[in-house]
């Protein structure tokens, strides 16, 4: 009888060990399972985030890059604007200086040279408040057999410097305003100075 007892404890030992064994076995292999897939999602998710991180940084790369672009681009049309408006006032200031009454008159009998087709031809000049009077008298040097009737001299309030011509029978107008030629000046100056800035 003992034996056959002890046979049977051994019996219900050995099943005892084999369930307990089988139950860590599937305990091992569920935690092994479980792990695996924490280590597949912990790599996904930095895989994800490395990604994310690289995308994030071309992009500033990107914003980096158009900023720059952008601020060159800023400070050559602030570069330009303002050389444009040093270049003006510095042929609005030579150009009023060139025009003076002798150089006036001289142009004045040139002009009347080409364009005046005869002594009845009338001569009108409006110029500047502060060149009247120079103007006058050098242009009755510069003049004094041209024409049957004296030139029209008029001082004009809104011409700074410089002079405008007109020549009635002929139908010939010319702006030689220190403004119009310096406007002039400054649109030939300004083109030269788009062709070095595209360079």
Do not use: W
Request: hydrophobic share 50%; glycine share 2%.
């Amino acid at each position: 009888m003992s034996e056959e007892l002890q046979s049977l404890l051994d019996k219900i030992n050995a099943d005892g060990v084999r369930k307990a064994e089988a139950e860590r076995d599937r305990i091992i292999a569920e935690a092994e399972k479980e792990a695996a897939a924490i280590i597949a999602a912990a790599k996904a998710e930095s895989e994800k985030l490395n990604a994310q991180a690289q995308e994030n940084a071309e992009n500033f790369r990107q914003r980096a890059i158009s900023a720059a672009r952008q601020s060159a681009r800023d400070i050559m049309l602030q570069l330009r604007a303002e050389l444009n408006s040093r270049l003006a006032a510095a042929i609005g200031t030579a150009t009023a200086q060139a025009l003076s009454p002798e150089f006036m008159a001289e142009l004045i009998k040139e002009l009347t040279v080409a364009f005046a087709a005869s002594p009845d031809t009338e001569l009108t000049v409006q110029c500047a408040v502060k060149d009247r009077a120079a103007l006058d008298a050098a242009l009755k040097n510069a003049l004094a057999a041209s024409f049957k009737k004296d030139p029209e001299l008029f001082a004009a309030a809104h011409i700074a410097s410089g002079m405008q011509i007109e020549f009635k029978d002929d139908n010939a107008c010319f702006d030689f305003t220190g403004e119009a030629v310096a406007e002039l000046l400054t649109s030939y100056a300004g083109t030269q100075m788009a062709e070095i800035f595209k360079a």
